[in-house]
């Protein structure tokens, strides 16, 4: 890709930015012609799901939009470039120059990326979670962990909370007890400490696997993003609150492509990518609130409660998993564990 010499216009970002105001229902805008630089960008939420298109297609066009189509950034649908467990080599590499992904799949060769995810029992809201990155400088540590891969870490794109489903009511530590589900990351590290038994199922496959008892339950980020997976159709019980207050996706550039756009067109990414956070979470939350209601009136189903036993047994496997992480990652995670529990004792968590 070449370097970038022109001049991002400030009417260009502001006007983009200003779509803010109308919200990410909108249609994606058209394509605009290429500019001097251009990110192949691919993600793994599945073609077809209300959210790829209004706020992943949307994202890419939105940088398009604000740089003139000086760096435009062409969306791909899952597995067409790379297979998604192989996007974090191709973006190294260079075979992809972009992403806009899910940190657990990285936690076994980065183990901060679990901190990029969010883990259970930690903050309950956006603001909360940037504290976390942007005021207690979280962020910082993130990048420097996935610098040393090759890669730039952008930063967070949030999805609300990360929800539990289930075909059996879980209020108990001991419903968990060798419970099937489909879990990643460091939640699935999580539920396997208070006894159950996670299993990694690819998200093509994860309907199929719920409708026929492989697992009993999973999850796949907010309520409103498994529902675009039909999740209602095969799980009776949502069950809350949520394991994660917030969850995030995340959004990575090869280090090479990152340092070759320049300043301004870094700082136009970094400021789409804060409101597309913003908004997103938003926009994933109204839409949980609409979809529970229709869980319960119009599907039969049931929102089943965690009582307050288990709700501080997941929290407290949480922090386990994150002293488990530092240990391996004192470098990178042992900082962040630390900034963790330093959050927590000031919202008087622990």
């Not at 009993?216 to 209602?232: E, I, Y």
Request: glycine letters at 10%; one cysteine or more.
């Amino acid at each position: 890709m070449t370097e970038n010499t022109k001049s991002v216009s400030r009417r260009n970002f502001l006007a983009a930015s200003a779509g803010t105001a109308a919200g990410l229902s909108l249609a994606a805008p058209p394509a605009i012609a290429q500019g001097t630089t251009t990110w192949r960008m691919q993600t793994h939420w599945p073609t077809g799901n209300w959210y790829y298109d209004e706020v992943f297609v949307r994202y890419c066009n939105r940088i398009t939009e604000a740089t003139g189509g000086e760096l435009t950034v062409e969306p791909y649908a899952p597995e067409a470039i790379v297979p998604t467990g192989e996007v974090l080599n191709a973006v190294r590499r260079g075979l992809l120059e972009s992403a806009f992904i899910y940190p657990a799949y990285w936690i076994g060769r980065i183990p901060a990326a679990g901190h990029l995810n969010g883990h259970i029992g930690t903050w309950q809201g956006h603001e909360e979670m940037d504290i976390f990155y942007f005021e207690m400088g979280g962020i910082d540590v993130i990048r420097e962990a996935y610098a040393e891969q090759g890669v730039h870490q952008v930063g967070p794109v949030s999805y609300s909370g990360l929800t539990l489903w289930a075909n059996r009511p879980l209020q108990t530590v001991e419903d968990f007890s060798g419970w099937p589900v489909r879990s990643t990351g460091a939640a699935g590290l999580v539920l396997e400490k208070i006894g159950a038994a996670p299993v990694s199922i690819p998200g093509g496959e994860l309907y199929q696997a719920l409708q026929t008892g492989v697992v009993d339950g999973a999850h796949w980020g907010a309520t409103a993003t498994a529902w675009g997976m039909n999740f209602q159709e095969v799980c009776t019980h949502i069950i809350e609150p949520d394991l994660v207050g917030h969850l995030n996706g995340e959004v990575m550039v090869g280090l090479d492509a990152w340092n070759s756009i320049g300043t301004e067109l870094q700082a136009v990414v970094n400021e789409v990518t804060r409101a597309t956070s913003a908004e997103a979470a938003a926009h994933f939350l109204y839409r949980d609130y609409l979809y529970k209601q229709e869980f319960v009136n119009n599907m039969g189903g049931t929102l089943t409660q965690m009582d307050d036993d288990t709700v501080r047994a997941l929290r407290t496997a949480s922090l386990e998993v994150v002293d488990d992480f530092s240990a391996q990652d004192p470098e990178y995670s042992g900082r962040l564990g630390e900034m963790l529990r330093e959050f927590l004792t000031m919202t008087g968590r622990i």
